[in-house]
């Protein structure tokens, strides 16, 4: 069965300090992953996602992922953080019939 | 605008009153999903839609029904709500069913049962 971790519940950055945001994921085959953006009362928007190719996607705004299979991950990352960042970020595996199983997500605070 | 709408956005009802959450996308899409939300616990399937006609259960189908007799329409359908079913719901929809096509998501809705 396909599951998506996200270790961290709660995550706290300064504006203008780098964000890393960790996804560990168990899939059978090879995964194809999302990262996924809520802001507070907002629907869910895509920021990038990973089928094949180039491990290092990048995303909107200034996001990127890493896909390490050896590890089983996909961490977010953001070399400089700004305070519109401030969300909670989901990661998800889709398997088969299109099924999302998404991670229990990460909320970013955004200090000033 | 393509996009995929839910209403009500926000939704407080009884135990027990039957209630329908319309999902209605304008992109031609053929698969279509809902979702609910909890904290900590994610996202989780609900029902999905192949295409008109063909719909199968997700993960937490238990107390909810849907039907796709129009391709841009995936209503949910609480028959009987409880407390339990209290969550932020989440249609989404995709050009086909398929794990490499995006899912674009609708707004969400917030139903309250008491």
């Known amino acids: 069965a396909q599951s998506v971790t996200q270790p961290d519940i709660h995550i706290t950055v300064s504006e203008g300090a780098s964000l890393e945001l960790r996804c560990n994921y168990s899939?059978?085959?090879?995964?194809?992953l999302f990262w996924y953006v809520q802001s507070p009362g907002q629907g869910l928007q895509l920021l990038l996602k990973?089928?094949?190719?180039?491990?290092l996607v990048q995303g909107i705004k200034g996001f990127e992922a890493e896909f390490k299979r050896s590890q089983s991950s996909f961490n977010l990352r953001k070399p400089s953080v700004h305070w519109s960042d401030a969300a909670e970020y989901f990661c998800?595996?889709?398997?088969?019939?299109?099924?999302?199983?998404f991670g229990t997500g990460t909320r970013l605070q955004v200090t000033l | 605008e393509a996009q995929v709408t839910q209403n009500p956005r926000y939704l407080i009802t009884v135990t027990g009153k039957k209630l329908t959450v319309t999902c209605s996308q304008n992109?031609?899409?053929?698969?279509m999903s809902w979702y609910r939300q909890d904290p900590g616990l994610g996202l989780r399937q609900i029902y999905y839609?192949?295409?008109?006609?063909?719909?199968d259960k997700g993960d937490v189908p238990e107390g909810y029904k849907v039907s796709r007799k129009e391709k841009r329409n995936f209503p949910l359908i609480l028959e009987s709500p409880s407390p339990n079913q209290t969550s932020l719901y989440f249609c989404?929809?995709?050009?086909?069913?398929?794990?490499?096509?995006?899912?674009?998501f609708g707004p969400g809705t917030r139903l309250t049962v008491t």
């Open positions: 990973y089928f094949s190719g180039d491990t």
């Open positions: 992109m031609n899409h053929e698969y």
């Open positions: 839609s192949m295409n008109v006609e063909v719909t």
């Open positions: 899939y059978g085959a090879t995964p194809y």
């Open positions: 989404a929809s995709s050009p086909r069913g398929g794990r490499s096509y995006e899912q674009y």
């Open positions: 998800a595996v889709v398997g088969t019939a299109s099924k999302l199983t």
